[in-house]
């Protein structure tokens, strides 16, 4: 081998072990590629780590666990007991009546008390009665509360209050007969003395009712640019209305015992029979008014219950 072949060869050998040199690296270059223990510990998750990068089995699309049941179906508000217990217990008691008349020997007074479609006016007086005077007194106690629960008016209302509670508190006899006294026989005695007799229940639960609000939602109401005629229509009277229909209830309910009170007056009604029988001493005449005054009570109650379950607000229906 001739001398530039030899030195060729040895340029080239010096080159691969400079090549070499470059890829292996030197102490510090394996210290920094080697990380320390601390360095693997940040590297490492610890178990709370894991335990959060770990989805949960209950999210994500890939939920695998049965879904909730449905939610029950709304309970109905009227059941089909209270639809059905008391119109059949009334109507039991109406035909048992019938039968007990039927067999009676009933003389001539009383077939004279009952003659002539007697009993059909009488009943129908007395209805007549009852619902105009309900009437007048929603009129008169709903306005009324309203009015005593403003701002302006409500120094008034001990005062209003106090002559509603006298008309209830007088006995219905000693009212009917001085209305008589001051306007005469006739049925517009009568109608008055029915209505101040029972205008009381609705007037205190308008006003307790009105009065029951949360401050804090009739705020919240003005807050969002109701006008007050708007809060009180659409806030305050739907709030109060259980307590109002609880009045209106009782109204209709002493309406039709105090009608009774009208045949003293000339007024008429199913007090007519039972005056009657009293006078002429006529156990079944007055049995038979005694009777259909009862029954007349009982289902205007019954229907009352059935319109304040169905006009009450479904947010205020009471818990089963």
């Known amino acids: 081998m001739t001398a530039p072949d030899l030195g060729e060869t040895r340029a080239r050998q ?5 090549t070499r040199a470059r890829q292996v690296p030197d102490e510090k270059t394996r210290a920094r590629q080697v990380p320390d223990e601390e360095t693997r510990a940040r590297q490492v998750p610890d178990e709370e780590t894991r335990a ?26 009227i059941t089909w007991q209270r639809l059905t217990v008391l119109p059949a217990v009334l109507t039991v008691i109406l035909l048992a009546t019938r039968l007990w008349f039927q067999r009676a020997d ?10 002539d479609g007697q009993v059909p006016k009488a009943l ?10 309900a009437f007048f007194v929603l009129l008169i106690a709903i306005p009324l509360g309203v009015l005593l629960t403003r701002a ?34 006739g049925v517009r005695a009568a109608l008055i003395g029915i209505t101040a007799y029972a205008v009381l229940p609705v007037l205190s639960n308008t006003v307790a009712g009105l009065k029951a609000n949360d401050p804090a939602l009739l705020e919240a109401a003005r807050g969002i640019g ?31 015992g105090t009608a009774t009170l009208a045949a003293f007056g000339g007024g008429g009604g199913l007090g007519v029979l039972i005056t009657a029988g009293i006078t002429n001493q006529r156990m079944p005449v007055l049995v038979l008014g005694s009777l259909l005054t009862v029954v007349l009570a009982l289902l205007v109650d019954w229907l009352a219950s059935l319109a304040e379950v169905l006009l009450r607000p479904r947010g205020l229906e009471p818990e089963a």
Do not use: C
Request: net charge positive; no cysteine.
């Open 124 to 133: 129908w007086q007395h209805v007549e009665l009852t619902v105009i005077s």
């Open 152 to 185: 302006p008016f409500r120094k008034a209302t001990p005062v209003v209050m106090a002559v509603a509670n006298t008309g209830q508190a007088t006995p219905a006899i000693g009212l009917l007969a001085l209305l008589v006294i001051w306007l005469g026989t």
């Open 14 to 18: 010096v080159a691969d072990e400079k």
């Open 52 to 77: 959060r990068q770990v989805p949960d089995e209950g999210a994500g699309p890939a939920d695998t666990r049965t879904p909730p049941p449905p939610p029950p179906p709304p309970r109905r508000r």
């Open 106 to 115: 009933l003389d001539a007074v009383s077939r004279n008390a009952l003659s």
């Open 226 to 256: 109701m006008s007050a005629r708007g809060v009180l229509a659409r806030v305050e009277l739907p709030l109060a209305v259980p307590l109002i229909l609880a009045g209106v209830r009782t109204a209709l309910v002493l309406g039709v």
